[in-house]
């Protein structure tokens, strides 16, 4: 079966996106930048190669990700197909995809830049099941616990701050929105407005995969 890819820059609202599109299709997320920053927690060589890239906002090299990505998608419960959260990120990687796993849509959040910062700079997350939450426009209902698994002790990124941001934004720019053009020429990208609330964004997500399946 085939995956479906949540495209957007930075701080998007992909994750978010991500767990209500799961909860609706039953795909696996699959995060490369969950999977960096657990390589990179565990102290492994791969998390090793991507710090300085990661710390510096700049992506991390084509054929680190690509070989992560096979991998991943090996194993048994991508045999259904994945939901894609941040992956692909560049034209190379979008034609790798393609020799390894169909891609049924691309899913874009669209935000515009100067919504950005103020997202990124106040998103925090569960360690223990990934729900992302936001000072001011998601925050959890008792400070520090968790609303979907009442864990104790929300974690912030270290690369989520001010400096980092604009050089995230950039390589959006230059690296990654030419995939709109790209997928849009294979008649598989589908935009949605996400600079509205959660739901509303979630809802019209959903609306495109159920009027694409033809449901
Ligand atoms: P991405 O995975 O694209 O980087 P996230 O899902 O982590 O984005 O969202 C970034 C931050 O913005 C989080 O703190 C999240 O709570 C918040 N957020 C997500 N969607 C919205 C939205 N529609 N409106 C306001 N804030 C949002
Ligand atoms: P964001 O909230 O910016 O969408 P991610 O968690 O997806 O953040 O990615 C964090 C960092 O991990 C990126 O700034 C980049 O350094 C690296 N990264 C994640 N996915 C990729 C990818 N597909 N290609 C290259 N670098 C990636
Ligand atoms: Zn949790």
């Known amino acids: 079966m085939a995956s479906i890819v949540l495209f957007g820059p ?5 994750g978010t996106q991500a767990a209500i599109i799961m909860a609706e299709t039953g795909l696996p ?8 920053r657990a390589a990179l927690s565990q102290g492994s060589s791969l998390g090793m190669e991507a710090k300085s890239f990661m710390e510096a906002g700049k992506l991390v090299p084509d054929s680190i990700i690509i070989g ?19 992956f692909p990120r560049t ?8 020799e390894i796993e169909e891609v049924e849509v691309v899913l874009s959040i669209e935000v515009p830049d100067e ?7 106040g998103r925090y997350s569960c360690p223990q099941c990934g729900a992302v939450y936001h000072d001011s426009f998601n925050p959890t ?25 604009s050089s995230r934004l950039k390589a959006y720019h230059s690296q990654t929105r030419p995939l709109a053009d790209w997928y849009s020429q294979r008649g598989l990208f589908q ?16 609306k495109v995969l159920s009027e694409l399946r033809g449901e």
């Open 10 to 14: 930075p701080g998007a609202g992909k």
């Open 29 to 36: 997320q699959v995060s490369t930048g969950d999977m960096l």
């Open 68 to 86: 992560l990505i096979e991998n991943r998608l090996k194993e048994n419960d991508a045999s259904n197909g994945v939901l894609l959260d941040g």
């Open 91 to 98: 034209i190379a990687q979008a034609e790798a995809l393609m």
């Open 115 to 121: 919504r950005i910062i103020k997202r990124i700079c």
């Open 141 to 165: 209902t008792s400070e520090d616990i968790c609303d979907n698994c009442s864990h104790h002790g929300m974690k912030r990124r270290a690369d989520d701050n001010e400096e980092t941001v």
């Open 191 to 206: 935009a949605v407005d996400g600079d509205r609330d959660i739901e509303l964004v979630g809802q019209s997500l959903l």
